[in-house]
């Protein structure tokens, strides 16, 4: 295991024009504004994971974190990119070893087991990508030890399942919480040793990496909605007024679970107490609003609207949408609150899937400059599809 200030002093070797930045200059906001590409409307959070990534890189032991967030409000997508920062980034690239993977790969249910080597197996994937062609077992080591490991479907995982006990889910947050604390795993793999791939056999010391849980706890909401809503809960749900797309005001009372969330209700939920102490926050991804379904829709990296202009491109053809249109797809998509932005990819497909089947049958096509052709999504077509 290097010292902690050999690991800090380590900056990698340049290799493009720019001078690289040493870790410490690479601060916080600017890995905020990096993120912030690639995730819409989660500032909160992404300043958490911009914190934790910032110490991570600069050698400090990192916070863990704790992501909750109703289906579609971007967990995944939050860990999507942490991994197209630290690759794009040139800086980072000793930290390349980015692994997420689904909570429920790291337990064997029939052996009752927690399986530490499938969560180092896929992170000495990630390790090999960065440590050369002919890795030692010193360059492999120094990647594992560096790794982000993001933990997806956290939940699923919990100590009661559907009301019954689940004892697979403590097996796997009972062995986790030991990796986070900082363990030594030894670790089989074949790595160059004077000028020969043999199998050697790492210490792995897990004290450094970076951990990222995350996952939906559809059952928390219910449960603490109904607490709160108990007769003598002492809380009450806030109401709002919203204006419409179409310019209707209206009353909506919401229920935030950030507002109400304490820490008892996670052990209730089914997370060992002592698991939940091994993360420096918990971070609650918020529902997403209208305008940031909007802006989903038309500007982020998975934009439908996007990905279906490329499509129309091919034709040479235009595809434009009016502003109506798309506020109204985001409005529709707002109304199912179980899947969040994933609702607006459907929505918009139903638009648009006649016209790629053949683009005149609808009546908005026009002559555009050049001999290319215009398609506009109206209000009305969205209209139709929505009603
Ligand atoms: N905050 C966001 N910023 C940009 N895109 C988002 C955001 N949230 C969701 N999306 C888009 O919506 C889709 C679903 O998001 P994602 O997979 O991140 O949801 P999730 O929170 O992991 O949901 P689940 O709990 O169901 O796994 C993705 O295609 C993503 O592009
Ligand atoms: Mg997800």
């Not at 982000?148 to 697979?168: F, L, Q, R, S, Y």
């Not at 059952?219 to 809960?233: C, I, M, T």
Request: charged share 25%; with cysteine; aromatic share 6%.
């Amino acid at each position: 295991m290097p010292a902690l200030e050999e690991m800090t002093l380590d900056t990698p070797s340049p290799k493009s024009a720019a001078p690289l930045r040493a870790f410490e200059d690479i601060k916080p906001p600017i890995i905020f504004d990096e993120l912030q590409n690639g995730v819409l409307g989660q500032n909160k959070a992404l300043r958490f994971v911009s914190v934790a990534i910032y110490k991570h890189t600069t050698g400090k032991v990192p916070g863990n974190l704790l992501m909750i967030g109703n289906s579609g409000t971007g967990k995944t997508t939050v860990m999507n990119n942490i991994q197209r920062l630290y690759n794009e980034v040139p800086e980072y690239e000793p930290f390349r070893a980015v692994t997420i993977i689904n909570a429920n790969l790291l337990v064997d249910i029939d052996r009752m087991e927690f399986r530490p080597d499938r969560l180092l197996q896929a992170v000495e994937q990630r390790a090999r990508a960065i440590a050369g062609h002919h890795p030692s077992p010193e360059d492999l080591k120094r990647a594992i030890e560096r790794a982000t490991i993001c933990i997806d479907e956290i939940d699923k995982m919990a100590a009661v399942v559907a009301g019954k006990p689940n004892a697979i889910g403590v097996v796997l947050q009972q062995g986790l919480l030991t990796l986070m604390e900082g363990e030594r795993v030894a670790y089989p793999l074949h790595a160059w040793v004077d000028g020969e791939e043999k199998q050697v056999t790492l210490d792995i010391n897990t004290g450094r990496m970076m951990f990222i849980c995350g996952g939906a706890f559809e059952g928390l909401y219910d449960q603490v909605y109904n607490r709160v809503l108990k007769p003598g809960s002492g809380e009450k749900l806030k109401t709002q007024t919203i204006r419409t797309a179409e310019g209707k005001v209206k009353m909506v009372t919401t229920f935030n679970l950030g507002d109400f969330l304490k820490p008892k209700d996670l052990f209730d939920f089914g997370m060992v107490p002592q698991f939940m102490a091994r993360f420096e926050n918990t971070v609650l991804l918020n529902d997403l609003p209208i305008k940031v379904l909007r802006e989903i829709l038309l500007k982020s990296q998975e934009s439908p609207y996007l990905r279906s202009k490329r499509f129309f491109e091919v034709m040479n053809i235009e595809l434009e949408i009016e502003e109506l249109a798309a506020s109204l797809i985001a409005e529709a998509a707002a109304k199912d609150s179980r899947t969040g932005a994933r609702a607006l990819r459907p929505i918009f497909t139903e638009i648009v899937n006649p016209f790629e089947f053949d683009p005149d049958s609808g009546d908005t096509m026009q002559s555009a400059e050049g001999g290319s052709q215009k398609l506009t999504v109206t209000a009305d077509m969205v209209r139709r599809v929505i009603r």
